[in-house]
């Protein structure tokens, strides 16, 4: 229930499942608004500097903010993956270049297959055990 307002807002207008949007912040900060990561991802969806910039995020620790770009960004990361959710999740963690180095599968990173397992998991339980879509 937190962000309830901040994450419908954000689906709404990316045509994105708010429960997928909870998966991913779940996963990257648990909901806290000031995480930060030793690399250097910043708030509740842990945008990268450069991602803040190509989503035009000011404040990063604006839960509102965040979230809108955040969503902005696995929105076109869907895209790119023809609806994908697992890939888009991969590359959410470990880049879209990861991604595609990998032959169009999730890469073979022990962090990023961990995340992914994570991500779906948390999305499957949030969206009550449906079927995800998947470009497979």
């Known amino acids: 229930r937190s962000f309830r307002d901040e994450i419908s807002a954000a689906a709404a207008s990316?045509?994105?499942e708010e429960s997928l949007i909870r998966?991913?912040?779940h996963a990257e900060s648990a909901y806290q608004p000031d995480a930060q990561s030793p690399k250097g991802a910043q708030?509740?969806?842990q945008l990268m500097p450069a991602t803040q910039s190509e989503v035009e995020v000011?404040?990063?620790f604006d839960p509102a903010e965040n979230i809108r770009g955040g969503t902005l960004y696995l929105s076109?990361?869907?895209e790119e993956f023809r609806g994908d959710v697992e890939l888009a999740a991969a590359a959410y963690n470990a880049g879209p270049g990861a991604v595609a180095r990998s032959g169009g599968r999730i890469p073979d990173y022990p962090e990023?297959?961990?995340y992914v397992r994570?991500?779906?998991d948390r999305y499957r339980a949030l969206a009550g055990g449906t079927q995800l879509a998947t470009g497979k």
Request: charged share 25%; glycine share 4%.
């Open 58 to 60: 000011v404040d990063p």
């Open 112 to 114: 990023t297959r961990r």
């Open 76 to 78: 076109r990361l869907l």
């Open 43 to 45: 708030g509740l969806m």
């Open 118 to 120: 994570r991500v779906i």
């Open 23 to 25: 998966a991913i912040i």
């Open 14 to 16: 990316n045509a994105i």
